[in-house]
């Protein structure tokens, strides 16, 4: 799975963070990464755990971001590296559950 994005300068995820000087939170990356995730498996999946998430580059307005994913050796494990212009901004591990379905009896 791949995507790119850009997050523009406007995006409530800059707001107080911080006044003068914005990036964008590492936990903004983090859901780009879920949601792509969600949307490939049709929302049918909830984030459940994170693991050896590094943050290497700090992301400005208006950068572009480059987000891939790849399965891992268990169902339900992706990797996942996020870059901007080459450069490496985010990769770690997310780890996923499929949501139960609810039926009325």
């Known amino acids: 799975m791949a995507a790119s994005v850009t997050t523009a300068a406007h995006s409530p995820w800059f707001s107080g963070h911080f006044p003068d000087d914005p990036i964008l939170p ?23 755990g994170l693991s050896r998430v590094k943050f290497r580059k700090i992301v400005r307005p208006e950068e572009v971001l480059d987000i891939h994913v790849t ?10 590296k996020i870059t901007s212009g080459g450069e490496d901004v985010c990769s770690g591990w ?4 499929e949501n139960e379905t609810i039926t009325n009896k």
């Open 26 to 48: 590492g936990i903004a990356q983090l859901k780009m990464v879920a949601d792509l995730v969600a949307k490939s498996k049709q929302g049918n999946v909830r984030m459940t």
């Open 71 to 80: 399965c891992g050796n268990k169902k339900d494990q992706y990797n996942f």
């Open 94 to 97: 997310m780890y996923f559950t």
